[in-house]
């Protein structure tokens, strides 16, 4: 059986990002992919349960980024790698970039030991594609403070996210054979397009 592939969706907050991985799922569904939808931190109910460890608390930053870790260690393991080895496809919320950018970028932790930590928890499960959804601070703020879920993280100055926004568009230009950055200010059905397209370029899935 051919391996599935694994697009991960990274972005700051308000960007959409959860409305385009579903919708992303629904067209591959459409064309005859088996799909599993995901995020981080969760998808396994220990990686949900640290979620809510992590969401509910304000750890120290070094065990925070274990946390994260931990949570990937055991996505990766028991989700992401066996319904990629059964060719579905795995459409993620968020991943290791938003490490690099959270925990790295913006907490300051060790980029040496962020790479040594990713390498044993990802296991080469590096993704196919990564869509980065971006779009100007204010725009993302003033989505998500509307739908009245800024979470801890959002909660920060307008200069925190313009790092967030900064940090992805940077691992987005030094990756880009992995990467592809959408505007995510376009209307619902634009963005989807985009993404669709990207797809259709980077990893060859038929129009439909
Ligand atoms: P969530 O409510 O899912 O945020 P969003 O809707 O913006 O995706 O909360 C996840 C938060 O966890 C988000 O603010 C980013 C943060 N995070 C990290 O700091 N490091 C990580 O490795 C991951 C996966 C998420």
Redesign the pocket.
Known sequence: MAAGRFITFEG??GTG??TQVRRLAARLAAAGREVVVT???GGTPLGEAIRTL??SSRPAVEAEFLL?AAA?AEHVDKLIRPALAAGRWVVC????D??RV??GVLAGVDRTLIDVVEAATSRAAVPDLTVVLDLPVATGLGRATRRG?L?R??AESVGYHERIRQGFLDIARADSGRCVVVDGGASEDTVAEAIWSALGARLGVGAS
């Not at 919320?93 to 290791?96: K, L, N, Q």
Request: glycine share 4%; proline share 4%.
């Open positions: 700051g907050e990002k959860s995020r981080e931190p992590i969401l994260f990937r919320d968020r991943y290791s938003s490490t959270y925990q879920d979470n993280y959002d």
